[in-house]
């Protein structure tokens, strides 16, 4: 048994109940067990990517993955055909690094973030199992395992957005987030019901589990040609939805707005270690399925995310929250992660990378945006409407320096990480066009060339508003830094979101070595940095400057439209919910309460008839002859009646 890929996700597991146990008795303690149990996994994916890189990854010349060479692989034997273990390649491993590095820096963090909070022994433990949670379905060699991790980073997402569960939103929010994703998370059980369903029976199934993951992405073209190529396409699309609620992705992206009202270290784990980056991992994990499906399968990847990031970019600019215009900036991310990998229908396999190295890229400096956020409303006593805030460069030099480095890498300006990992999947999206040339091949670029301009206008108004000008309330004027001690984990994932970049291609060639950087013509790759210097010289004349005070929108349709959310919020809360749902639950439940009525009144008339008979049986023998004479005699009349004698 390869026990360190074990301990990867067993780490954070075992310290959940001890961080919660002794923090019970002794608080202080309860982070310090909960990072040093995510430190462990650190530890331990650290050392399983020496021992999967100590190995030689290739791919034939169909492009499907092929794995060779050395990987962690270590299964067992379960219920009939289903076996649990862990399965740890490249990419398996690339997430595992990112899932506990960023999670053990925001554990330590949250030692300064929830140091006051009368809870905070329950919020780690619940935080090493959401971490553990991620790790799991990240190193599951069965997509039975997977899915039950993946139920279990929903439990903790739940408990930890309703954490402090005596605020009405905050418990509103749990319940919405927990709902919409069994959406999806429904869709994508359907979808694993019709692949096993489908391959019971498979002669080339072997000894092999039906939803063994080396085993369905080492013999996808098989399978396709056993069960049909639009069977399977049908299998990824359900997939596809089961990711798109888990990553927030158009509908489904209605819960992690609301979200927000969990503790900022929560939003952090939640938008960059765990959850939203499950469905993109989904996605890359099974991409064989998806290359080897119908075409509609990969190219409802990339229209989903690419139409995301867009939609996402624009509901982002009207928003005034701090921490929801952050959230709406990591569903438009997210998008460009899915349309990367979504792009494979061109590039096989060398798609992957490109949408990971985003993945990677986002989640440093996404969890550097939130925690700065965090220092911010520390200091503003959870202020969170940057119009009331104003001039905290001044105030908070160290924090909003740090969010001014984060910013930067989001709307990937040139230089930084996300300038690598983001272009990149748009000067892809141009090659896909320039290959099928086709007005359908078109609109993944377009949207994401879009995003470029979109992104800098909501992060940009959200920064000047923040940190220029004169404070705008009695809190932004006397906020100040916390220590520098606590923003220790800061400043190292400011210092990722700057050099990431410089591993781009070492990043690709780990994953699999027939990927590259994609190369356009000048002119094509100088779009969206046009865009993103027209976005800021936009936000800066309207937002560096009192000028946005004295606009008023309110009258626009566009901007009421946008303002409403696209009023998707009504769509799903006051029609399908309070006058679909509500009604067809409340008549189901009329109707299981009538059934039960009568079952309940057919036992006490079966009980009463019972008890009847039983009064008769009273030992007196002349009772039981006058019974036998009027039963005889009962019997003889029906006869005669019925002309029987």
Same mark, same amino acid.
């Given at each position: 048994?390869?026990?360190?890929?074990?301990?990867?996700?067993?780490?954070?597991l075992?310290?959940?109940?001890?961080?919660?146990?002794?923090?019970?008795?002794?608080?202080?303690?309860?982070?310090?067990?909960?990072?040093?149990?995510?430190?462990?996994?650190?530890?331990?994916?650290i050392?399983?990517f020496?021992?999967?890189?100590?190995?030689?990854?290739?791919?034939?010349?169909?492009?499907?993955y092929?794995?060779?060479?050395?990987?962690?692989?270590?299964?067992?034997?379960?219920?009939?055909?289903?076996?649990?273990?862990?399965?740890?390649?490249?990419?398996?491993?690339?997430?595992?690094?990112?899932?506990?590095?960023?999670?053990?820096?925001?554990?330590?963090?949250?030692?300064y973030?929830?140091?006051?909070?009368?809870?905070?022994?329950?919020?780690?433990?619940?935080?090493?199992?959401?971490?553990?949670?991620?790790?799991?379905?990240?190193?599951?060699?069965?997509?039975?395992?997977?899915?039950?991790?993946?139920?279990?980073?929903?439990?903790?997402?739940?408990?930890?957005?309703?954490?402090?569960?005596?605020?009405?939103?905050?418990?509103?929010?749990?319940?919405?987030?927990?709902?919409v994703?069994?959406?999806?998370?429904?869709? #994508? *059980?359907?979808?694993? %019901?019709?692949l096993?369903? +489908?391959?019971? @029976?498979?002669?080339? !199934? /072997?000894?092999?589990?039906? =939803?063994?993951?080396? #085993? *369905?992405?080492?013999? %996808?073209?098989?399978?396709? +040609?056993?069960? @049909?190529?639009?069977? !399977? /396409?049908?299998?990824?699309? =359900?997939?596809?939805?089961g990711?798109?609620?888990?990553?927030?992705?158009?509908?489904?992206?209605?819960?992690?707005?609301?979200?927000?009202?969990?503790?900022?270290?929560?939003?952090?784990?939640?938008?960059?270690?765990?959850?939203?980056?499950?469905?993109?991992?989904?996605?890359?994990?099974?991409?064989?399925?998806?290359?080897?499906?119908?075409?509609?399968?990969?190219?409802?990847?990339?229209?989903?995310?690419?139409?995301?990031?867009?939609?996402?970019?624009?509901?982002?600019?009207?928003?005034?929250?701090?921490?929801?215009?952050?959230?709406?900036?990591?569903?438009?991310?997210?998008?460009?992660?899915?349309?990367?990998?979504?792009?494979?229908?061109?590039?096989?396999?060398?798609?992957?990378?490109?949408?990971?190295?985003?993945?990677?890229?986002?989640?440093?400096f996404?969890?550097?945006?939130?925690?700065?956020?965090?220092?911010?409303?520390?200091?503003?006593?959870?202020?969170?409407?940057?119009?009331?805030?104003?001039g905290?460069?001044?105030?908070?030099?160290?924090?909003?320096?740090?969010?001014?480095?984060?910013?930067?890498?989001?709307?990937?300006?040139?230089?930084?990480?996300?300038?690598?990992?983001?272009?990149?999947?748009?000067?892809?999206?141009?090659?896909?066009?320039?290959?099928?040339?086709?007005?359908?091949?078109?609109?993944?670029?377009?949207?994401?060339?879009?995003?470029?301009?979109?992104?800098?206008?909501?992060?940009?108004r959200?920064f000047?508003?923040?940190?220029?000008?004169?404070?705008?309330?009695?809190?932004a004027?006397?906020?100040?830094?916390?220590s520098?001690?606590?923003?220790?984990?800061?400043?190292?994932?400011?210092?990722?979101?700057?050099?990431?970049?410089?591993?781009?291609?070492?990043?690709?060639?780990?994953?699999?070595?027939?990927?590259?950087?994609p190369?356009?013509?000048?002119y094509?790759?100088?779009?969206?940095?046009?865009?993103?210097?027209?976005?800021?010289?936009?936000?800066?004349?309207?937002?560096?400057?009192?000028?946005?005070?004295?606009?008023?929108?309110?009258?626009?349709?566009?901007?009421?439209?946008?303002?409403?959310?696209?009023?998707l919020?009504?769509?799903?809360?006051?029609?399908?919910?309070?006058?679909?749902i509500?009604?067809?639950?409340?008549?189901?439940?009329?109707?299981?309460?009538?059934?039960?009525?009568?079952?309940?009144?057919?036992?006490?008339?079966?009980?009463?008839?019972?008890?009847?008979?039983?009064k008769?049986?009273?030992?007196?023998?002349?009772?039981?002859?006058?019974?036998?004479?009027?039963?005889?005699?009962?019997?003889?009349?029906?006869?005669?009646?019925?002309?029987?004698?």
């Amino acid at each position: 048994m390869y026990w360190p890929g074990w301990f990867i996700f067993l780490s954070p597991l075992i310290g959940a109940p001890i961080a919660l146990a002794v923090g019970k008795r002794y608080k202080s303690l309860a982070g310090i067990i909960a990072s040093l149990a995510v430190g462990g996994a650190l530890v331990a994916s650290i050392i399983t990517f020496f021992y999967v890189d100590a190995g030689t990854v290739v791919s034939n010349s169909s492009k499907l993955y092929v794995i060779t060479g050395q990987y962690a692989y270590n299964h067992y034997l379960w219920f009939f055909n289903i076996d649990i273990g862990i399965f740890i390649d490249r990419l398996s491993i690339m997430m595992a690094l990112m899932v506990s590095f960023v999670s053990l820096m925001i554990h330590l963090f949250a030692l300064y973030y929830m140091k006051n909070d009368p809870n905070k022994h329950v919020y780690f433990a619940e935080t090493s199992l959401f971490t553990a949670g991620m790790l799991g379905l990240v190193v599951a060699s069965n997509l039975v395992v997977f899915f039950l991790f993946w139920e279990l980073v929903g439990l903790c997402s739940y408990l930890l957005i309703g954490f402090w569960f005596f605020k009405p939103n905050a418990t509103a929010a749990a319940k919405k987030a927990f709902i919409v994703t069994r959406v999806g998370d429904l869709l #994508f *059980l359907v979808g694993m %019901a019709i692949l096993y369903d +489908s391959l019971v @029976g498979f002669p080339g !199934l /072997g000894s092999n589990s039906p =939803l063994s993951i080396p #085993f *369905l992405i080492n013999n %996808a073209s098989l399978i396709a +040609s056993y069960i @049909g190529k639009n069977t !399977l /396409g049908i299998v990824a699309v =359900l997939f596809l939805a089961g990711a798109a609620g888990k990553s927030a992705q158009f509908p489904l992206h209605v819960w992690i707005p609301d979200a927000m009202e969990g503790p900022t270290t929560v939003s952090a784990l939640i938008h960059a270690a765990t959850m939203v980056t499950a469905g993109v991992y989904l996605v890359a994990r099974v991409f064989n399925i998806f290359y080897a499906a119908a075409p509609f399968a990969l190219y409802s990847v990339a229209i989903l995310g690419a139409f995301t990031a867009v939609f996402a970019g624009i509901i982002g600019i009207f928003v005034n929250d701090i921490k929801r215009i952050l959230a709406y900036s990591t569903i438009s991310q997210i998008g460009y992660m899915f349309a990367a990998i979504g792009l494979g229908g061109l590039f096989g396999y060398a798609a992957v990378p490109l949408g990971m190295f985003h993945l990677v890229v986002h989640a440093v400096f996404k969890a550097l945006l939130f925690m700065a956020a965090g220092a911010i409303l520390i200091a503003l006593m959870d202020l969170r409407d940057t119009r009331d805030m104003g001039g905290l460069w001044r105030k908070m030099p160290m924090t909003v320096t740090l969010l001014f480095i984060g910013s930067l890498a989001l709307i990937a300006f040139p230089g930084t990480a996300g300038y690598f990992s983001k272009d990149s999947i748009i000067s892809a999206s141009w090659l896909y066009y320039a290959h099928y040339g086709t007005a359908w091949s078109f609109i993944p670029w377009i949207f994401l060339a879009t995003g470029s301009l979109l992104t800098t206008l909501y992060t940009f108004r959200m920064f000047f508003r923040v940190s220029l000008g004169k404070p705008r309330s009695h809190l932004a004027e006397h906020a100040k830094d916390p220590s520098v001690w606590a923003l220790i984990p800061l400043f190292i994932l400011a210092a990722g979101a700057l050099l990431l970049g410089l591993i781009q291609t070492p990043f690709y060639k780990f994953i699999t070595p027939e990927a590259f950087v994609p190369s356009v013509p000048i002119y094509i790759e100088a779009i969206p940095i046009t865009l993103l210097a027209i976005g800021l010289i936009v936000t800066y004349v309207l937002y560096g400057t009192d000028r946005w005070r004295h606009m008023d929108f309110s009258k626009n349709r566009l901007y009421r439209l946008a303002k409403n959310k696209f009023y998707l919020d009504t769509l799903f809360t006051n029609i399908i919910a309070e006058r679909v749902i509500t009604p067809v639950s409340g008549g189901i439940a009329t109707f299981e309460n009538a059934y039960n009525n009568a079952v309940d009144r057919t036992g006490a008339g079966t009980l009463s008839l019972g008890s009847f008979f039983r009064k008769l049986q009273d030992g007196v023998v002349e009772n039981y002859f006058v019974v036998l004479i009027i039963g005889i005699s009962i019997v003889f009349i029906i006869m005669l009646l019925a002309g029987l004698m």
